[in-house]
């Protein structure tokens, strides 16, 4: 008779199971959503930072430019030709003057009059005139973007931004003897029609 031998080792382990559930999956896709929306909307917000940024540089440069070149035309102004239309409390939105171009014979050569002035045939701008009002005027823009007053204030008859003038437009001029200040205002829309402004006040010397 023949004896079969049973084995007695240990019985055969099941593996453990591999992947994930469906459960594990979700939650998983759930969490990776999640991060991207923060990631992207972190990306918008610094987008858009970086916009607001660029503009007020923009609008900040445009209106110290624009302020640079209407000081030095003014202060090669003479004096004695400088005039605007209103004196203090009220302010002139336009400035005339004539300027010396050079000296012939020992004698200054006097400009053709001109005139700086916030106009509209495009928008609010500060243009420059050779000439004004005459067959040969010469227009030049020098700034557009003008704010219709000067940050602060309102039309209302009063001086709502307390610097002793009433009602001052987006340019200003105030003259003073042979001073004259000038106040310029600059306002562009942003993102979603948010306003950027940026307002420069200077007071420089004309020519004696």
Same mark, same amino acid.
């Given at each position: 008779?023949?004896?079969?031998?049973?084995?007695?080792?240990?019985?055969?382990?099941?593996?453990?199971?591999?992947?994930?559930?469906?459960?594990?999956?979700?939650?998983?896709?759930?969490?990776?959503?999640?991060?991207?929306?923060?990631?992207?909307?972190?990306?918008?917000?610094?987008?858009?930072?970086?916009?607001?940024?660029?503009?007020?540089?923009?609008?900040?440069?445009?209106?110290?430019?624009?302020?640079?070149?209407?000081?030095?035309?003014?202060? +090669?102004?003479?004096?004695?030709?400088?005039?605007?239309? &209103?004196?203090?409390?009220?302010?002139?939105?336009?400035?005339? @003057?004539?300027?010396?171009? +050079?000296?012939?014979?020992?004698?200054?050569?006097?400009?053709?009059?001109?005139?700086?002035?916030?106009?509209?045939?495009?928008?609010?701008?500060?243009?420059? @005139?050779? &000439?004004?009002?005459?067959?040969?005027?010469?227009?030049?823009?020098?700034?557009?973007?003008?704010?219709?007053?000067?940050?602060?204030?309102?039309?209302? +008859?009063?001086?709502?931004?307390?610097? +002793?003038?009433?009602?001052?437009?987006?340019?200003?001029?105030?003259?003073?003897?042979?001073?004259?200040?000038?106040?310029?205002?600059?306002?562009?829309?942003?993102?979603?029609? &948010?306003?950027?402004?940026?307002?420069?006040?200077?007071?420089?010397?004309?020519?004696?």
């Amino acid at each position: 008779m023949r004896i079969h031998a049973h084995s007695t080792g240990p019985r055969e382990r099941t593996c453990p199971r591999s992947g994930f559930t469906l459960l594990e999956v979700l939650v998983a896709a759930a969490l990776a959503g999640v991060l991207l929306f923060n990631i992207q909307l972190l990306v918008t917000d610094a987008r858009e930072d970086l916009e607001d940024t660029t503009l007020q540089s923009e609008v900040n440069l445009q209106a110290q430019r624009a302020l640079d070149r209407i000081a030095l035309a003014v202060m +090669g102004a003479l004096a004695s030709d400088v005039h605007v239309k &209103k004196s203090a409390p009220d302010s002139s939105d336009t400035i005339h @003057y004539t300027s010396v171009v +050079g000296f012939e014979d020992g004698q200054p050569v006097i400009s053709e009059p001109q005139s700086i002035a916030l106009t509209a045939q495009s928008g609010r701008e500060v243009s420059w @005139y050779s &000439k004004p009002g005459t067959s040969e005027e010469t227009r030049v823009v020098w700034a557009r973007h003008l704010r219709e007053f000067c940050a602060g204030e309102v039309a209302n +008859g009063l001086d709502d931004n307390g610097n +002793g003038l009433v009602d001052e437009k987006g340019l200003a001029f105030e003259v003073d003897g042979p001073m004259v200040t000038i106040c310029l205002t600059i306002e562009r829309p942003g993102r979603d029609g &948010k306003l950027v402004t940026k307002r420069l006040e200077t007071r420089v010397t004309c020519r004696n």
